[in-house]
Every structure is written in C-alpha cells, then in structure tokens.
C-alpha cells in the first residue's frame, strides 16, 4: 500500500464518487480510478461496491477504513519529526465562533502551548466542518451545543468516532425592540405564543435553541445572518433569541431590551476524533484549550 492510495481511498469513502474525489484531490477520475483498483489488487479483496448511486464500503473497506486515517496520521508525524517542524493544529469553526469565540481560544494555547502552531478554518456549514475533523482533514472544531451527548442541540453528528470537550458557555437573550409589549415583567412560555420570532436559519445554532428553548407556537421570520435579525429586532418586527456577545452593545445602549425569559446558555464544544488521541502530544494540546 502507499501513502497516496490511501489518501485516495480516503477522498472516495468521504465523497462518495470517484469524480467528487477526484475534483477534491485535484486528479482526473481515471488516476482516481486506477489508484484504487491497484490498491484492491494489492490485497486481493474489493474495498467498494459500485453502484448507481456512488461507491459503498464492503466489509474489507471498513476495515482498511479504521487503518487508513492512523497510518496517514503517523506518516505526517514522522514527516514533522524528522524535519523538526512544529506541531500543526487545524482548527476550524463556523464563521460567527471564528470571530467571537476563537481569540480566546488561540490565547490559551498560546501561553500554554506556545510549541505548536494553530491553523483556523472558518467555514459557514456545521455538516461540512463535522465531515473534515471525520475524514481527519481537521484535528479539531469548535462549534455550539448543548447537553451530554453531541448533537443534542439538534444536528446529527457523523457516524465516525467523535468525542468533545466543553470550554465555555455561550449565554444566550431573548430581545425585542425595547417598546415591545412584552418587555414587563417575568414571561413563561405560554406568554410568547403566536408572537414573531426573528431567527438566522433552521441549521443556525441560534435557530436550533429558539425551537428547543422557546417551542413551536410562535410565527417564524428568517431573517439571515445574526446581524440582520438582531436589527430587525431593533426595529420591532418581532424578538429574537441571540447570543449575548452579539447583542451586549444594543442593550447597553438601549437599542434592545433583554426580555425576562429564562434561557439555559449554550456550551461551546471542541470535537475531535476519538481515534487521533493517541497521536503524540495532540490530546495534550486539545486540552490545553480548556478554560
């Protein structure tokens, strides 16, 4: 076996296709193609049914899929070591974590771990970041959650062995412009039915907690970005469940108005794969995250 056959083969479980994979790797499909049929010669077993809708593991393919990812792993350790280069993070996170909650982050390692240099990948789709911290195209990404499994938010988290780390909560406020009716006094639930609620989009963390948090009896308005529901806001076309460091500025300056409705904060998570623990210094680094 080489190193990029199993790159190759890698592309292939995570994408499906061999023209996907190819495309990601930057190959033709025939090279793609090729390099997977000298990699099931090798071992004299097929990795990949092949079918209409894109390739399947077979049973040999699962199993080659729990090495693949360990022997490219030790590859690029022993590459750093014999170099001497320093240990590389890649973290991603979704663009609002990126600017919000990563600095702190990047201090912590930095004072803890000032040996290792970190990579941040902001991306817009939580699948998408999930998928390459799966595919170990990422050591680690932060993202929102809640709870004491991953996902319960509301996503569903790949198949692949994910674990987690809480580092922070994430306070959440219910806001509404500040002439709102229902800005006085202590609200329950039963109290926001048939009122607009403002939200980013159904995926959008903040979405995923208003329906957790606040039900499904009020009228929902997507508004976009966190920017443009928490104007709209502002302007009373309805309240809006956001994040407290998104906010903080307008209830200070009495732009909005917190309404007192209780809601449990969020946690901000780091995921990794299970499996790359036991590469040399990495769950040291992770934890080194922490607050």
Known sequence: MELRQLRTFEAVVR???????????????????????????????????RGPKGMRLTAAGERLGTW????????????????????????????????????GVLARLAERRPDIAVEVHPMTSRDRLLEEVAAGELEAALLLDTGAALGELGFTPPPEPLTFLDLDPVPLALVAAPAHPLG??????????????????????????AERILGSGLERVQAGSVAVTRAWAAQGLGIALLPEFA?????????????????????????????????PGLRDVLYAASA
């Open 247 to 279: 906010v903080s500025a307008e209830l200070a300056n009495g732009a909005l108005s917190r309404l007192d409705f209780p809601t449990p904060d969020l946690t901000l998570r780091l995921v990794w794969r299970a499996d790359r623990e036991t590469l």
């Open 184 to 209: 006085v006094g202590r609200l329950d639930r039963s109290e926001l039915e048939g009122q607009r609620l403002l939200f980013t989009a159904p995926s959008c963390s903040f979405g995923l907690a």
């Open 15 to 49: 994408h499906r296709t061999v023209t996907d994979a190819a495309n990601a790797l930057g190959l033709a499909p025939s090279s793609v193609s090729e390099q997977i049929r000298t990699l099931e010669k090798s071992l004299g077993m097929a990795l990949f049914d």
């Open 68 to 103: 693949s990812r360990r022997l490219l792993d030790q590859a690029e350790q022993a590459r750093r070591e014999v170099t001497g280069q320093r240990l590389i993070l890649r973290l991603g996170a979704l663009e609002t974590i990126a600017a919000t909650q990563v600095p």
